[in-house]
C-alpha cells in the first residue's frame, strides 16, 4: 500500500529531477523508466498443481538489486499462449525474465514459443548438448534421446550454464527488449539468476536499490497502523521519495518505509528520522526494526526476550493447542526458556493433573508454573467454537511469575488456526510483559 499524499509527491519529484540536466540524472531516468516483466509458464501453475515461487523469488532479488518488477505473469504450456505472452511483454519491457517448459518432454514449448514469437529460426546449439551429454555422463548415466531436444535453441541465443540440471537457459534480444529464459526447477533457477541472469541485468540496466526498514508490531490491526502513521511523509525533504508499505501476516503487521534519493547519505539520514518518528507512533507494539529482509516474527522476539532475562516458561493450553510449544521449540532460545506444556480439550483434564488452586486462567497458569519449576507459567483458554456459557472467540489468557500476574479477555470470532495462533502469541505477550516487571 502506498501513502497517497506520498504517491502524488513522488510523481512530482521524479518530473522536476528529470528536468534536471545531469549524468546523475540520466542515471535515474534509466531507473525510473525500465520496465522488467516476469513470465511463468507450465500448465501445473495455472490449474493448481503448483504454487509459482519464482516469480516471487526473483522479484525479491530484483528489489534487492534496485529494479522493480512490473508484472507477474503465469502462462500454460500452450503455443499460442505463449507467443502472444512473449510478444506483449517484449513490445514494451525492458527485460523480461522467463521460467519453465526447456525439459526434454513433449510439453516443453518455451524454445520453440520464443523462436516463433520472434520469428528465428530454431538451431542445435553445440555448447548445449555437450553439457546435457556431460551432464549425465558425470553422473554414470546414458542420456535417453529425447534430451538432445533441449539443445534446440532461437538462433542467435547466448546458452546460460545450467550446474544443476540437465536444461541450459538462453538469452535473446528481441528489439531493445533482452528475454532470459531459465528452468522452473526452483534450485536451478535460482543458481542461475545469481550467476549468469542478474548479473548481465545489473550491466544493462541503471539501478540505484532504496533505502529499506522494515518495521514489525503485534497488537493493532492494519488499519490502525495506518491511521498511526498517517502524515508520516509530511517532513520528508523535496528530492526524497517515500513509499509506505503494509502487509497483514496474522496475527503480525509488518510496515516497510522505501525512501529512495540521488543522495543515499541522505536517503540514509531520512530513513532514520522516519523509523524514529514511526517507531514513536506505534509505541510498544513494535517488537523489530530492521531491513529489507527482516525474519524475526514475534515468538522469536519473545524466545530470545525471556532466555535473554535467564528466564523460564511452561504452559497449560487448551485454547492455544499446544502451539506456545511449538512456537518456542522452533528457536534455540525458545527451547532454552521453555520448561514444559500441557495441552488438554477442557479445563477438567487441567485440573486433574494441575490441581490448581481455582478454576480460573491465573490460577492454572500458576499451577503450571509450579508444576515444572519454572520462571513464568500462561494459560490459554477459549476456543473458536462456542464452549459452556462463552460465545465462539473468546479467549482469556494469564500469565503469572515472580513479578505477578497479568490477563486478558479477548474476543474474535475467527477460524480454529488463527484463533490458536492468535491465543498464543497473546499468552507469549503476557509472559514478554512479566519477565520486564
Known sequence: MTIQTAQRDRTRVDINLLDRASPDNAALHSTAMSRIE??????????GRLVDTNAGELSARLTDLGFRATEHRSVGDDMGGMIEALRTAADRADAILVSGGLGPTGDDL?????????????????????????????????????NEKQADLPAGSTVLPNPEGTAVGFRLDAGSCRLYFMPGVPRE?????????????????????????????????????????DGIESGVPDGTDLIVQYRATFPEIHVRLVVESRDRSAAAAVLDDLVEDARQRLGHHVFAVGGPRLDTDYPAFAATTLADAGMTLAAAEIASAGSVAKMLGSSDPGRRCLRGSLVAADLGVLRDQLRP??????????????????????????SAEATGDDRPGTLTVAATGPGGTRSRELYFPIDHDRFQRLAAYAALRLAVGISRI
Not at 520469428?119 to 546449439?125: A, D, Q, T
Not at 536499490?209 to 497488537?219: E, H, N, Q, R, S
Open 110 to 146: 518455451t524454445a520453440v514459443a520464443a523462436a516463433a514469437a520472434f520469428g528465428l529460426e530454431i538451431e542445435r546449439s553445440t555448447e548445449a548438448l555437450e553439457h546435457t551429454r556431460r551432464f549425465f555422463t558425470e553422473r554414470g548415466r546414458e542420456m535417453p534421446p529425447n
Open 189 to 229: 533457477l535460482r543458481r542461475m539468476a545469481e550467476e549468469s541472469v542478474l548479473p548481465d541485468l545489473k550491466d544493462r540496466l541503471a539501478a540505484t536499490p532504496p533505502m529499506v526498514a522494515t518495521i514489525k508490531l503485534f497488537g493493532k490491526g492494519e488499519s490502525e497502523v495506518a491511521h498511526l502513521l
Open 357 to 382: 488452586a481455582g478454576v480460573s486462567a491465573e490460577a492454572v497458569a500458576e499451577a503450571v508454573r509450579l508444576r515444572f519449576g519454572s520462571s513464568i507459567g500462561v494459560a490459554t483458554f477459549g
Open 38 to 47: 516476469i513470465i511463468t509458464i507450465g500448465d501445473e501453475l495455472i490449474d
